[in-house]
């Protein structure tokens, strides 16, 4: 069976970047501000970021837009600019990519807000924001969806659906976090995640953030296990739990240690890998000479 993100990637080295989060703050974001806004206000931190992962071999560029949805912008009141950071964000990635030949995913990550009957927004809210989201990554040039960090099935199962009516010919990939006891905070285990949401649509199902490289390849072997044909599995680990040192918070696992981390996911069955917070362009070359080795 063919699968629209293999097919898609072609011979590039199955490596998404890593995480923006914490190399912002290095760069100067203060914590608390919003990391979309940066696509306005600072678009040559945001092109250099996405020039180093390239650098170090990531196959695959992701937007700096995972709170890109109103909600989300509502909390910097910034809610007014839904396209604009969606579609600057696109912009910057596409540009780099294309001078690398590789990929951009349009990040979409969860809304902040909780579905009815748990919460107040319904389903068709839901859709209307994912679908605002997603007219500005696709008017900046994005190559494939990628839905990350997801808790709620049925939000993320929301995400897809909207990418696959605006966005037929794109690949989905789409990520839950399973941080709570190798769930995702709402309950949902690895295999009923890549059941639904292959189901839903997505070519690509995983895993990323949660508690590090140990629970990680635990993960991955569910996911594994539970895969039905034609659906690829992607592992993005973090890079530890952070902890505080003196004001600063510090992700203790290192580039060698996460490469050698891929490498196991690789032998273990994950088809495509990446990192997330607290990694850095080290950790995704340490993956890149990993999986491709
Ligand atoms: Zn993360």
Redesign the pocket.
């Known amino acids: 069976m063919t699968n629209r993100f293999a097919e898609l990637l072609g011979e590039r080295a199955p490596v998404f970047d890593g995480?923006y989060?914490w190399l912002l703050q290095e760069r100067g974001l203060p914590p608390g501000e919003c990391a979309e806004m940066w696509n306005i206000e600072q678009p040559e931190t945001m092109s250099g970021l996405h020039e180093e992962y390239a650098q170090a071999g990531a196959s695959v560029l992701t937007t700096n837009t995972f709170g890109g949805t109103a909600p989300r912008l509502a909390m910097h009141g910034h809610e007014e600019l839904v396209e604009e950071t969606n579609r600057a964000g696109a912009a910057l990635a596409r540009e780099v990519a294309d001078r690398h030949g590789i990929l951009v995913a349009g990040d979409i990550g969860p809304t902040g807000e909780l579905l009815e009957p748990m919460g107040a927004m319904s389903a068709d809210e839901a859709r209307e924001l994912f679908a605002a989201q997603l007219r500005g990554l696709l008017a900046g040039g994005i190559d494939l969806v990628l839905v990350e960090?997801m808790s709620d099935l049925a939000e993320a199962t929301l995400a897809i659906e909207v990418a696959r009516e605006l966005a037929p010919q794109l690949p989905i990939v789409a990520t839950m976090?399973f941080d709570t006891n190798l769930h995702t905070m709402m309950g949902v285990a690895p295999a009923d995640a890549i059941t639904r949401l292959s189901a839903a649509g997505a070519d690509v199902v995983g895993a990323?953030?949660?508690r590090g490289p140990e629970e990680m390849s635990v993960i991955a072997e569910q996911l594994v296990a539970a895969r039905p044909d034609g659906v690829l599995v992607i592992a993005?680990s973090?890079a530890g739990l952070p902890h505080l040192e003196g004001a600063d918070f510090v992700y203790t696992v290192g580039p060698a240690e996460l490469g050698e981390h891929a490498r196991e996911l690789r032998d273990a069955g994950v088809d495509v890998i990446g990192s997330?917070?607290?990694s850095s362009p080290e950790h995704t070359n340490a993956i890149r000479a990993a999986v491709t080795a």
Do not use: F
Request: proline share 0%; net charge neutral; with cysteine.
């Open positions: 995480g989060g960090t976090s990323n953030c949660g993005q973090n997330c917070c607290g």
